[in-house]
């Protein structure tokens, strides 16, 4: 089954100072949306194959729409997060079918060595919900200046039959970090933690 989109959003988001200090390089994020048909909403399915399908479809496509906004190659994205918010007909077990089980490789094959657990969130919500897309480092778990997040919100969107789907990629972490942990220099890149 494929996605039945509605509607495509990216944003870019790019910060160049913080508290009055130069932040160079500006941190860019990106997010790119999809708002999709829910072919469950309204009723039980037990089996959600093929909404674990739309999600390998949306990790392509919407990486390819965020990395494309951010402007770099997808080797030099530094952070990422997905999200997902069902409209009132739906459960959170559709919105985890999508994020879970096959979104996350075409997205990686998008950035190269990415081998941290993708930060993720969902939820249920109506027209205008807040997604709040949990961000962390795509080689490194322990990464702290890279734990951040970023809002995205569509005014007309999820309406109760439908899935709001949200894919963030980043230049760097936060503007100035200082709050410890491992550096992206100390990065080993193993085990997606350290």
């Known amino acids: 089954m494929s996605a039945r989109i509605r509607k495509l959003v990216t944003i870019l988001d790019e910060t160049r100072s913080e508290m009055g200090r130069p932040v160079e390089p500006a941190v860019r994020r990106a997010a790119a949306v999809a708002v999709i048909a829910n072919p469950f909403a309204g ?23 965020a990395l494309a906004a951010l402007g770099i ?7 990422y997060g997905k999200a997902a918010a069902v409209g009132e007909d739906g459960e959170l077990e559709h919105a985890a079918a999508i994020l879970h089980p096959k979104l996350g490789a075409p997205l990686r094959k998008l950035l190269g060595k990415a081998p941290a657990l993708i930060p993720s969130s969902k939820k ?3 027209l205008g919900v807040v997604l709040d897309v949990p961000l962390g480092h795509k080689a490194a778990a322990y990464v702290r200046s890279h734990f951040d997040g970023m809002e995205v919100r569509i005014p007309d969107a999820p309406r109760a039959n439908e899935i709001m789907v949200a ?10 970090p200082r709050v410890g942990g491992l550096k992206t220099d100390e990065i080993k890149g ?5």
Request: net charge negative.
């Open 43 to 65: 009723r039980y399915e037990a089996d959600l194959a093929p909404l674990i399908e739309i999600g390998e479809e949306l990790g392509d496509l919407l990486g390819r729409h």
């Open 73 to 79: 190659p997808g080797e030099q994205v530094e952070g």
């Open 124 to 126: 249920r919500g109506s």
């Open 167 to 176: 894919i963030v990629l980043t230049s760097a972490g936060r503007p100035l």
């Open 190 to 194: 193993e085990d997606g933690l350290r």
